[in-house]
DNA sequence: TGTATCTGTGAGCGAAACTCACAAAAGGAG
DNA sequence: CTCCTTTTGTGAGTTTCGCTCACAGATACA
């Protein structure tokens, strides 16, 4: 079946016409004679079998169709020109497709970034967020992955380590726990429903146990978070996810965080990792990272 | 600020390229040479600095880059394709746009539609819904309107009346009401939010006289029905709206209706009310509506 | 190895599109 | 009302872009 269009050329003299409003101006910006696309909106008008401009004075202005078809096209070359736009600044190796956990881009990386165009203004940052299963490419370039070590073995090797990382509980200050030593009174435990074991690992690291009074499980880290906000329970979390919360007083650490193995990692995942924007996105997070690190200290 | 666009005809060959996964194909689709096409995705390729295919065996395999511009550029044009071909429907009287409330749309006018497809396969319907208030234009070629008789005069004389209409209160079977004569007994009185005073025309009309013993308020005549539909009160309603509903037993109307001075009219809205499409249009709905009257009698 | 199929490319040609110049129409200033 | 400016529309001529043709290189399959 194949596509019923008029001539391409045609509708961006069109979209132009009708965006300016004037034969005039629109020439002007496509640099070329008002003639010629007086021509090619003729043309069109020709296939299109009816007129799209109503003559108004000296100039033109749309009639009903040529406003239908001019909110059409309007979009849709706009579609084309970001999409254009953005194969343009990947070929020339002036962007970088990161994918990561949406906890992670919504409680650190977003915030953060805003640091990273200003040293990089050039380079554009998409993001596109992956639930830790499914983490496998579509079309990123990097992956950042808490678990490199679960990763297939040549991605292991390639993998970049960013930074450690650390677990503990966290709740709201009025969430009523008692802390004593290292043992925490009995709780409401909110877990992340595919890596609930991390609350088992957690307890065999730090030396801590966490009576478990009830159970609240959500199908995302950010979830938890918010519930542990809301003084549902404890949430077992990275530090770094937690950091502006637990600055500002809305969550407590009464267990302080207890190092994991595992380190947050960026791993190649398609042949542009090497491109100059991803290798100046992998030394800004790293830096980024560790100084986030510099400022407040770990507890364990 | 020009758009910066690659040439659309070397996107449109690239598109067809790699929707058919062939030059040779995309050649025989596009009515040119396989070299043609060839030379179009070469220059798109050039234009962008970077390859967007990949070799694969003799044939060809877009890259990621590759993948990511045809997804933009089929959506792309596939919008375009279907703006285009609207316009030329319209331009030929092929189209006809109609504006009516959504009540009326979804509860008569969707469920008769295939009845005029039937006869009329050529013809294209496009459907706005509008709410009672701002029912002017917005670009349709016909607006139908219960309340002809509000319009400016103008509109008025132009007015094409297509029906007559019957108002009553309507409610669900096992909704407790005690019909005694000319009195529906106390009861919960479903009124649309903007035209509360049908109750009291309906009343002066009718004879009936209905106690309220409270009263709710919703936004849409639709909402109106599906809380009669759901028990909670009566509904003053008008009675095509609920033909199916009083036919299933899911609605029953103890006061019968009873005829207003309104009728339904198709106002014409633009120049292309006079379309042969439009005018299709206006003679089915006119005998359609005659028809439904034809079987089920207005009682009073 | 031979054959069929597919893509890529150099040369040449042709149609489409552009430029130029002028005409027509409308608005504004005097 | 008239002149001048601005804007669009169009006929004629020219350029350029894109297409065709033919052939070459590469791959798959018998």
Request: hydrophobic letters at 35%; one cysteine or more.
């Given at each position: 079946m194949p596509r019923r269009l008029p001539p391409l050329s045609a509708l961006r003299a069109f979209e132009a016409t009708a965006r300016l409003g004037s034969v005039t101006r629109a020439a002007d910006e496509l640099g070329r004679t008002h003639g010629a696309v007086s021509r090619q909106i003729r043309a069109l008008q020709d296939h299109a079998g009816s007129a799209l401009f109503d003559k108004a004075g000296t100039g033109l202005r749309l009639n009903a169709q040529g406003e239908a078809l001019r909110q059409v096209v309007a979009q849709a070359l706009d579609q084309l020109e970001r999409g254009w736009l953005r194969v343009l600044d990947e070929a020339q190796g002036a962007s970088v497709h990161v994918a990561c956990s949406a906890t992670f881009a919504m409680r650190w990386l977003v915030p953060h970034l805003p640091g990273f165009y200003r040293l990089h203004p050039d380079v554009k940052v998409r993001l596109s967020m992956t639930s830790?299963?499914?983490?496998?490419?579509?079309?990123?370039d990097l992956v950042l992955a808490?678990?490199?070590?679960?990763?297939p073995e040549r991605d292991q090797a390639r993998a970049i380590r960013l930074a450690d990382v650390a677990f503990g509980p966290v709740c709201a200050?009025?969430?009523?726990?008692?802390?004593r030593q290292r043992r925490l009174g009995a709780a409401t435990r909110i877990v992340h429903e595919h890596t609930s074991r991390a609350w088992t690992v957690w307890q065999d690291n730090s030396g801590h146990v966490v009576k478990t009074a009830a159970e609240l499980s959500f199908p995302h880290t950010h979830l938890c978070i918010e519930a542990a906000l809301s003084g549902l329970g404890v949430a077992l979390v990275e530090r770094r996810m937690v950091a502006d919360d637990l600055a500002a007083g809305?969550?407590?650490?009464?267990?302080g965080f207890t190092p994991f193995a595992d380190g947050l990692a960026a791993v190649?995942?398609?042949?542009?990792?090497?491109?100059p924007a991803a290798r100046a996105f992998v030394t800004w997070i790293a830096g980024e990272l560790a100084a986030g690190d510099a400022g407040r200290g770990v507890r364990t």
């Open positions: 830790a299963r499914e983490i496998r490419h579509q079309g990123a808490w678990d490199r070590l679960s990763y200050p009025r969430y009523k726990v008692s802390v809305r969550l407590i650490a009464p267990c190649p995942a398609s042949e542009r990792a090497a491109s």
